[in-house]
């Protein structure tokens, strides 16, 4: 049988090991998503770099005013639809990612919880008499603990599906308006 000291050295060593592991877990998909973040920004530059060039050669080509308000109408559209892709896969990166912080801090916490309330029952076992109160107060605190975490991650899920919708609401609003642009663009060059 452990001591009371063993058994709390043998916890914090394990709990110590378990948050070095969350936290590598976390440093890498921190990289993982940012290396995505990178990708995705050179692949639109690079795509961007060659569009504009093109765009630029269609609208030098252009033999008179109107044809030249015509063209750049028209490259509006498909730049507000480019617009509206980029933001959703950033969208989409950040939410995976921010999900996948959230499934290793709830394994980690669920892992931690189950070990502290198994040491606690376990000391409670060879506690001395009179000891119940402060033992009852520790698996309080612990419980107040787990619902203050379920209350941290359903506030964080909340603010991160705000941030897409307003993400989404703003894209769409983009793409709304370059549509009108184009529109009225296309509607003064036939005049």
Request: hydrophobic share 45%; aromatic share 6%.
């Amino acid at each position: 049988m452990f001591s009371f000291p063993e058994q709390i050295s043998a916890a914090t060593k394990t709990n110590f090991e378990a948050q070095l592991a969350l936290i590598t877990a976390l440093t890498n998909k921190t990289f993982e998503s940012v290396e995505k973040m990178i990708d995705l920004n050179m692949n639109v530059a690079k795509a961007s770099l060659e569009e504009s060039a093109a765009n630029v050669q269609q609208l030098l080509s252009a033999k008179d005013p109107q044809e030249f308000f015509a063209l750049s109408a028209a490259q509006a559209q498909p730049t507000a639809e480019k617009a509206f892709a980029y933001s959703r896969h950033l969208a989409s990166i950040a939410s995976s990612t921010q999900a996948e912080f959230a499934k290793a801090a709830e394994v980690q916490i669920a892992e931690t919880t189950r070990k502290v309330t198994a040491l606690v029952d376990e000391v409670s076992k060879n506690a001395p008499a009179g000891s119940e109160n402060a033992i009852a107060f520790v698996k309080s605190a612990i419980g107040n603990a787990n619902a203050g975490y379920e209350q941290v991650a359903k506030t964080t899920k909340q603010a991160v599906e705000a941030l897409e919708a307003n993400m989404n609401t703003a894209t769409n609003q983009l793409f709304q308006a370059a549509a009108k642009a184009n529109g009225r663009a296309s509607a003064s060059a036939k005049k």
